[in-house]
């Protein structure tokens, strides 16, 4: 369908189209009145001798309809996907003044929705969600924490006795401990007094391994980080040769110092809970 335009001085004037123009603010989005413009643009710009037609306009039209319905709907989607991560685990970044990247561990507390982005509060501050860099399954960052030693091989030769030194890692915050229990064969307990702890390091009298009959044996470690009690389960392997175990000897305990803190703790609350009965009942 052609446009019927008035002439004048042999050309066409636009004053219609032009005074369909109105002032609007810069947007993201394409709204309808971006549509417009977009459509008045073309309509002024067309060539007079091969003018668009309706049908064109409206398939146009259409087009910018359903990109912006897309768009809108990609958003919405990405917000509610933010909305679950509330309580989970994940790994934020945030740009320092030099560019560099700084990484922070921690729980979403909370999403916040502005301007169509959401905000994720992470440890009271609040992070954009295009700055999330990975999510952990549930427990991640506890297990982080907690403590830890590499794998350890030992020979004792009862003709070259000498003492076995190893160091631990006693894990962080919460979960940190300060002390161990070494179990050897998963049922002797050694007496502390036979280990002397440096920090990080522990070192075993060489009477122990003396004590122990000829062949492979296994060490547990447990850490006395309540109320988790972290057990490195035969984490030390030691090979024994020409050793004379004597039948009389204090090297061994029979209670385990840690299975008998928590044996405390679990009394205690157990009292606590009965007196807390009791004042219920009274």
């Excluded at 001085?9 to 369909?20: L, R």
């Excluded at 049908?55 to 509610?80: R, V």
């Excluded at 790994?91 to 700084?102: F, I, M, Y």
């Amino acid at each position: 369908m052609a446009l019927i335009q008035p002439v004048k001085d042999g050309k066409i004037e636009n004053t219609a189209i032009e005074s369909t123009k109105k002032e609007t603010k810069g947007t993201s989005e394409l709204g309808k009145d971006a549509f417009l413009q977009l459509l008045v643009a073309q309509m002024k710009f067309q060539d007079p001798l091969n003018p668009t037609s309706d049908t064109e306009y409206i398939a146009q039209l259409a087009q910018f309809s359903q990109l912006e319905q897309m768009q809108n709907l990609a958003a919405t989607n990405e917000n509610s996907q933010m909305l679950s991560m509330v309580g989970k685990e994940v790994c934020v970044s945030s740009e320092n003044e030099d560019g560099t990247l700084n990484y922070k561990q921690g729980v979403v507390e909370g999403v916040t929705i502005s301007g169509g982005k959401a905000y994720l509060t992470v440890d009271g501050s609040l992070y954009d969600s295009e700055h999330l860099v990975e999510v952990y399954d549930a427990g991640y960052l506890l297990e982080q924490k907690m403590p830890d030693m590499t794998s350890q091989y030992f020979i004792y030769d009862g003709t070259k006795p000498q003492n076995f030194s190893f160091e631990v890692d006693f894990g962080t915050e919460e979960a940190k401990a300060t002390e161990i229990a070494l179990i050897v064969d998963g049922e002797q307990i050694i007496n502390p007094e036979y280990i002397r702890k440096n920090k990080n390091y522990f070192t075993v009298n060489q009477d122990v391994f003396h004590q122990l009959t000829p062949g492979k044996h296994t060490i547990s470690v447990m850490f006395n980080n309540a109320p988790y009690y972290t057990t490195k389960e035969n984490v030390i392997e030691v090979d024994v040769i020409h050793s004379e175990p004597k039948e009389d000897t204090d090297i061994f305990i029979k209670d385990n110092p840690v299975e008998a803190e928590k044996n405390e703790a679990g009394q205690e609350n157990t009292a606590t809970g009965n007196e807390e009965n009791n004042g219920q009942t009274e």
